[in-house]
């Protein structure tokens, strides 16, 4: 089914890697079912299990969803939560493939006994940063978010994937892509190559170094990540899947003399590229060996034939006050435009159940991220 349901969706509009059926397997090995829906031109909805239907190709409309069973005991038993990650994919702006999408949507997690549906699709809200010369509003982006809240959809306290990002057009030439960039970061690539950096990809040989180094970036920057065996089962699953129109990765790796100082996971599907992981170490930070790694990236995403580049990632809200306003910076200066989307909306056929949800899941994933911090530590100190 991997081949036929990716290349489906890859004609869909805004295909996402997250909604391969890659990304619904990785899901599978640690707790969540994957639900792969489909509707046709006459708004027919079918769950896919073991193949495609015989209306594959009239599909207008697709979306993985992620189901995961609530085990506890009491009045939430055999409840379920459901997530669409960066989905559902369609015409958006199809008002009539719209309303029949979100009713089935609703209806099903209706039938699967949901405390809610997230979903977070690539609905643009705007382009640029706000109030700014290059603030650009999308019109069909805020009807939509109000058409969700009209149906009870709520904006989500739980964003799992990024609401803003930051774009690079690669159709252009390298000239024109290091013309984009601000003169520092030019700079500093240039220097990087002058300071001996070089840049290779990486091969499944490598991931247990850039594990190591990853959980290294988590404990001096203070994120959270998972245990090495997720994100192996990612890594490879996606590595290995590298062939023409199927989703794939490619670990570059910067290197001083054959040392790796730094690397990223550059993620491709559907004409797009992703900067989903970077790592990097304290050692030869001077020779800007991130900066390099961007613009290899840039390169090769180019080279794949993908029209852009999604550097993952922008502030939700735009000055210092944002953790993530110093990462923002290093990717402006690499001459992206800033994408603003409606961020994960969720759908509740029980209120009380989902503040209930909401209320208490919280206060145990801040437990579970303070042990996860401390488990990291542990493991680097016993390697």
């Not at 029949?100 to 699709?121: C, E, G, H, T, Y």
Request: charge should be positive; hydrophobic fraction near 40%.
């Amino acid at each position: 089914m991997s081949n036929s349901w990716n290349e489906l969706i890859s004609k869909l509009p805004n295909p996402h890697f997250l909604q391969t059926y890659e990304w619904g397997q990785v899901k599978a090995k640690y707790g969540w079912v994957p639900i792969y829906l489909v509707w046709d031109k006459d708004g027919k909805m079918k769950e896919e299990r073991n193949g495609l239907s015989t209306f594959h190709s009239s599909v207008v409309a697709a979306c993985l969803v992620l189901k995961r069973t609530i085990l506890s005991r009491g009045f939430v038993a055999r409840s379920s939560v459901l997530y669409a990650p960066k989905g559902p994919l369609m015409d958006w702006e199809n008002t009539s493939l719209r309303t029949r999408v979100l009713n089935d949507l609703q209806s099903f997690a209706k039938q699967q006994s949901a405390i809610f549906l997230k979903i977070d699709p690539d609905v643009v809200l705007g382009r640029g940063v706000p109030d700014s010369e290059g603030d650009v509003t999308e019109n069909s982006g805020p009807a939509i978010r109000s058409e969700l809240t009209r149906r009870g959809w709520v904006y989500s306290s739980d964003q799992i994937q990024f609401r803003n990002s930051v774009l690079i057009d690669v159709t252009s030439t390298e000239e024109e892509m290091l013309a984009r960039m601000k003169p520092k970061t030019r700079y500093n690539v240039r220097l990087a190559e002058k300071k001996g950096v070089t840049v290779r990809a990486g091969t499944v040989d490598d991931l247990p170094m850039l594990y190591k180094m990853y959980a290294e970036t988590s404990v001096r920057d203070g994120f959270v990540i998972s245990d090495e065996n997720y994100y192996m089962t990612v890594w490879k699953l996606f590595m290995q899947s590298a062939v023409s129109g199927q989703p794939s990765a490619i670990p570059l790796i910067a290197e001083v003399e054959g040392q790796p100082v730094a690397a990223i996971f550059l993620f491709m599907f559907a004409g797009r590229a992703y900067y989903v992981y970077g790592m990097s170490r304290t050692l030869h930070r001077e020779k800007m060996p991130t900066y390099l790694l961007q613009w290899e990236a840039m390169k090769r995403a180019k080279a794949n034939g993908c029209a852009a580049y999604d550097l993952w990632g922008a502030p939700e809200v735009f000055d210092e006050s944002d953790s993530m306003w110093g990462v923002y910076r290093f990717k402006e200066g690499l001459g992206g435009e800033v994408v603003r989307t409606l961020g994960a909306y969720d759908f509740a056929p029980n209120k009380f159940f989902y503040k209930l949800y909401s209320e208490v899941v919280p206060r145990v994933l801040d437990v579970m991220r303070s042990r996860g911090k401390e488990k990291t530590k542990q493991g680097l100190s016993g390697r």
